[in-house]
């Protein structure tokens, strides 16, 4: 059988995707390996309907509902290559069986590469985050804290203040006289010594412990890791890639077309900016330009 569209990944983008292939009646094989970004997380934030929800159990709705439309098939299983095939693309999978699909969407997402920090890994996504506009309110007027883990941190510790009272960590780094002077103006604190470990009971964080050994009280610490793709795939079939500040993306227009005919990409593999709300409407915008291409040819 040759599918309709093969969907690797099978998180907001993709679902998203494959309702709305769904409903053109269109065949739809999504591969999914189960582990999400946001599994880390508690709550997710800012997508209407769903604001405080769990990230997982939105997910599982999700996916029960595309799931009910016959069209549609989904595999546990990680496509580890892909190469043109006739018409269309052959996916292998980690199983090594191989599947046909006359298009392709690549929404299999990034890992975030996390400082190696001692108390860091074990709070991330509960005390230790990275998106101020999905966890920043729970932590209204905390004591709030910003790592320096790349040349963005900066402009993240000038953006912090709108939540609380921030501290940005140099963690020996340096900063440029007039960078300093405008965290200065925004009520930024700066703590050049450099960072030992986070401090707190479980996932909780009461404060950051300096080289020095002082322990500077914070509620939560913001960072801005680099990522990478959770699969090669992209690179192996010859899609335009574009260095990014924090990692790689995929280049694609403004219908989430990528630089080979046929192959399309969505979610954090193609941007900077990293919502479910902007994860949903990629998957969108990409299958209503699959379902167009299969219709008039493209």
């Avoid at 509620?219 to 090669?232: C, K, Q, T, V, Y």
Wanted: a negative charge.
């Amino acid at each position: 059988m040759t599918f309709d569209a093969i969907i690797v990944g099978g998180s907001f983008a993709g679902l998203s995707a494959a309702l709305y292939l769904a409903r053109a009646r269109r065949s739809v094989l999504v591969l999914d390996t189960g582990t999400p970004r946001n599994r880390f997380a508690a709550a997710s934030h800012g997508f209407f309907a769903q604001d405080g929800s769990n990230p997982g159990i939105m997910l599982e709705a999700m996916r029960g509902q595309v799931a009910a439309y016959p069209t549609v098939q989904f595999r546990e299983l990680a496509a580890v290559e892909a190469a043109r095939h006739e018409d269309g693309f052959r996916v292998t999978l980690a199983n090594g069986e191989a599947v046909a699909g006359a298009r392709l969407l690549l929404a299999f997402g990034i890992s975030d590469i996390l400082p190696e920090l001692p108390g860091l890994a074990e709070r991330w996504g509960q005390t230790v985050i990275h998106c101020p506009y999905c966890h920043g309110y729970e932590f209204s007027g905390k004591r709030l804290g910003v790592l320096n883990t790349s040349p963005k941190s900066a402009h993240q510790a000038g953006l912090i203040p709108e939540w609380g009272p921030t501290t940005f960590f140099l963690n020996g780094g340096t900063i440029e006289p007039d960078v300093a002077a405008q965290l200065d103006e925004r009520g930024v604190t700066i703590e050049a010594e450099p960072v030992d470990s986070l401090v707190g009971e479980g996932a909780a964080l009461s404060a950051i412990r300096l080289r020095n050994g002082i322990e500077q009280p914070i509620d939560a610490l913001f960072i801005g890791p680099r990522s990478r793709f959770n699969s090669d795939i992209a690179q192996g079939l010859g899609c335009e890639i574009e260095d990014g500040p924090l990692g790689s993306v995929i280049a694609v227009d403004e219908m989430q077309a990528t630089s080979i005919t046929g192959v399309y990409a969505a979610g954090d593999i193609t941007r900077m900016g990293h919502t479910v709300t902007f994860a949903c409407a990629d998957g969108v915008t990409a299958a209503l330009a699959i379902h167009r291409s299969l219709v008039f040819g493209g």
